[in-house]
């Protein structure tokens, strides 16, 4: 029987860069690997081996996926055996805290031909400049979709009624707790819940609250308090002692858009565009704060701002998305040079090795 897989982004292209999660996801491990060579050298291949391995040994995993890569993976974590692997390349470079202790790094480079390489400089060099200038101008259109969001914020926040917003919140934090405690200090884990990626808003609600008992669905517009709801809850939670996934905004990491606590089976999330679910199952809850807290008729009153606020925001996060495809195809251009230069029986003997590593954890794991 396959174990269960936890899919999410550690890392994403955003409105402030790119900005990366990973230290929060990978603390607490025993071993992890960290990969280095450059594009084409079997990073993301290698680890979906090991993930299809494990998972079908029964063991859960989970997966971080590539936010610049539709088809790629960032890394992978065996929870029950205090393993992970992760692409440690640029942007989301990974310092170790303990080399050789429980940090390893993991050269792929060995297996290239660096002659051929050679050969070829010229080409891979321009290739690499190009890609940084794609990702660049995604990051600043996307900046500016930034922009345009905060005035469609601004909008409707100054028709928030705050005192009814945190009626709401207080209530809602009574309602999940019902002044439970965990005797413990509770572990917070910091993810993407979503991204931006070449293909557009990509994101795993559905996979990670398959199986909770209890989902809240956040509606509400931009700037009626969605994110600082959040934020209390999750807050809550971990002053009572709970365990807290919190899943920040692939488009703001400082704006969050999801808190889940598995030990209380329950989610809240933003349920808007580009994230917008519907409930479709027992256990499921709208919440609605423009319904809550905002002056009635708002959406009428402001009609034309709003409009146009939005197509100027939504024009920006087309032609990022744009730029992120872009920068893509100009990857896998680079990456067939190291596919040529490449002799993968030697990435082969690495993914051997790993297998050995993980085995030996196996052996000596205390259940």
Known sequence: MSGKVLNY????????GFYQLFASNLKGLERLFILKGGPGTGKSTLMKKLAAEWGKKGYDLEIIHCSSDNGSIDGVIIPQLKFGIVDGTAPHIIEPA??????EYVNLGIAWDSQRLMENKKEILALHNEVSRAFQLAYDTFAKGLQEHDELEEIYFKEMDFEKANLLTNELIEQIFQNQTASKTADIRHRFLGAATPKGAVDFIPNITEGLDKRYFLKGRAGTGKSTLLKKIAAAAEERGYDTEVYHCGFDPKSIDMIVVRELSFAIFDSTDPHEYFPDREGDEIVDLYLAAVTPGTDEKYSIEITEAHKRYKDKMKEGTE?????????DELEKYYVEAMDFTIIDQIYDDLTKEILHLENNAVY
Not at 9 to 16: E, H, K, L, P, V
Not at 325 to 330: D, F, N, R, S, V
């Open 9 to 16: 982004f550690a890392g994403g292209n955003t409105g402030r």
């Open 98 to 103: 303990a080399p050789g202790v429980i940090e």
């Open 323 to 331: 730029c992120l495809a872009k920068a893509k195809a100009l990857h």
